[in-house]
């Protein structure tokens, strides 16, 4: 059992108030390693209450920078961070709630040669990424890896999150077998999204990290959570392991990664690979 | 009766308000086994009318609370 010092008893006494967290789960929490794949509008919520939870190790990859049209939402950046990289930002306030933890940052670009070796370190990942190929990207890898993860997306008004146990739940590819095509659905610099959804289904998606980490409740596992902010509807959608799914099915067709078009939030393609490559 | 109970461990919360007082409480029994008992030292008011259904809503026991010299308590809770 690990020594908690007195500060720490303070820092962590509403969790371990909570029956179903209590000492224990608290340690589980300092033990636990969760990467969050995106530092942006679901990234910032998600690293934040992870930090302040307590979570022992947090990994955040991104490889943008901070843009003005960024701080409607992305709530971990401030005006000053304009122009810094959007992880080394997000690192900033996490260790400034809680210098107890460890963040690591990876300034790049999730692709289908660096994503599993970067996973594979990890207890549970957070998908808070802005486009369909790298969603498609992180289901797949983590099916490979055996790692679970929390799916989440939002546009306009809308949120939509699911959690994923491998070989145990429906899996992404379960519900939406591929990609939509380029421009079918438009992204958050086309449509637009309501700030504070961001935070809506972030702090869901870091709830769903923290109860996997301590065991507390059960998960949004074969369902998909949906909500719409205009009306304040919540859905809960029944979802079940498909026999033909490509990746998690009894006869997988995908068994390696590929990477594909993924247009960015705000980004082309080719200026995402430039900018990534710059290392900006 | 009570004179044959001996606690496997104790700690002493006087001057330490609620909640913290039950966190204490909480780290103390996770460190014990089932059946094991922890005697803590509570403050009169808000803290013995707090812990005692804190840590039996938790599935401890209560197996004693009396009365010190000083006016605290001593709470005996059998762990889970």
Redesign the interface.
Same mark, same amino acid.
């Given at each position: 059992?690990l020594d908690?010092t007195s500060e720490q $008893? %303070?820092r962590y006494?509403r969790h371990? $108030?909570l029956?179903d967290v209590?000492? %224990?789960g608290q340690e589980k929490l300092l033990e636990g390693k969760v990467l969050i794949v995106g530092a942006g509008g679901l990234g910032c919520p998600i690293g934040l209450y992870l930090a302040a939870a307590g979570v022992g190790t947090i990994g955040i990859v991104d490889c943008d920078t901070v843009d003005i049209s960024n701080l409607q939402r992305q709530i971990a950046h401030y005006t000053a961070d304009i122009g810094r990289a959007k992880v080394e930002s997000a690192k900033e306030k996490m260790l400034a709630i809680n210098p107890g933890v460890t963040v690591r940052t990876y300034q790049e670009y999730l692709s289908a040669e660096n994503i599993r070796a970067i996973i594979r370190d990890y207890d549970f990942v957070v998908d808070g990424t802005d486009n369909f190929p790298t969603k498609f990207l992180v289901n797949d890898a983590c099916g490979m890896e055996g790692i679970p993860f929390s799916h989440g997306g939002i546009l306009r008004f809308d949120g939509q999150t699911m959690t994923v146990l491998p070989g145990e739940s429906a899996c992404y590819r379960c519900v939406f077998r591929e990609p939509p095509p380029p421009d079918a659905v438009p992204t958050c610099s086309q449509a637009g999204v309501l700030g504070a959804i961001a935070g809506m289904l972030g702090t869901i998606q870091a709830a769903e990290a923290l109860k996997f980490l301590t065991g507390a409740g059960s998960l949004l596992t074969d369902t998909l959570l949906t909500f719409n902010a205009k009306n304040m509807d919540f859905r809960k959608i029944r979802l079940t392991r498909q026999k033909d799914c490509p990746l998690c099915g009894e006869n997988p067709t995908i068994s390696e990664l590929s990477d594909n078009v993924r247009p960015a939030c705000g980004l082309q393609e080719k200026s995402v690979r430039q900018a990534c490559d710059a290392g900006h | 009766m009570s004179d044959a109970i001996k606690p496997d461990a104790v700690k002493d919360c006087r001057k330490v308000g609620c909640p913290m007082n039950l966190v204490y409480a909480k780290v103390e029994l996770a460190k014990l086994q089932s059946g094991q008992v922890l005697e803590i030292l509570l403050d009169d008011g808000a803290p013995i009318g707090n812990v005692p259904g804190s840590v039996t809503r938790e599935g401890h026991r209560i197996i004693e609370q009396k009365r010190l010299a000083d006016g605290a308590w001593s709470l005996l809770i059998e762990k889970k």
């Open positions: 059992m908690f $008893l %303070e006494s371990i $108030l029956q209590g000492v %224990e | -």
